[in-house]
């Protein structure tokens, strides 16, 4: 069965709950994700180590590999972490990897992050707005005081 999120209305149709449970991201997943990425990296660089690599050509391309996936980790760590600071949609993390359902009993503990509902992306759109045109604002000088 669907629960409706907190951000849900009356006038959210079932097909657009179910589309929500089905769109919710699961943290422990993306976590477990991340950690096989690292893990592919950590083989790699034993084989060059071992040098157990098929040809001097793939050793000679592992370095460049590794660097490669420890970089991608670490820009979707970051994107993690800018949607669970509430800087970023978590529909923008979402993949097949951590798409997840509604938590039911009985399933193991996990952080679930759910996309924001349409109001809440109008109101991030509105607020980085004011941010740019307040940057591309020319600055003042102070007031000089008196005395």
Do not use: C, F
Not at 28 to 51: I, R
């Amino acid at each position: 069965m669907v629960v409706p999120s907190d951000e849900a209305t009356s006038t959210d149709s079932p097909e657009a709950l179910t589309q929500e449970a089905e769109e919710l991201v699961s943290l422990a997943a993306e976590l477990s994700h991340l950690g096989d990425a690292v893990n592919a990296a950590t083989l790699l660089s034993q084989a060059v180590t071992e040098g157990e690599l098929s040809t001097a050509e793939a050793t000679a391309q592992a370095p460049a590999a590794i660097i490669a996936v420890l970089s991608l980790v670490r820009e979707r760590l970051l994107q993690v972490r800018r949607t669970l600071r509430g800087a970023e949609d978590p529909a923008n993390i979402r993949t097949p990897r951590n798409a997840t359902g509604e938590p039911q009993p009985g399933d193991d503990p996990d952080v679930v992050l759910r996309p924001w509902s349409p109001s809440e992306r109008v109101a991030h759109h509105a607020k980085k707005q004011v941010e740019a045109e307040w940057a591309e604002e020319p600055k003042k000088p102070l007031p000089r005081r008196e005395g």
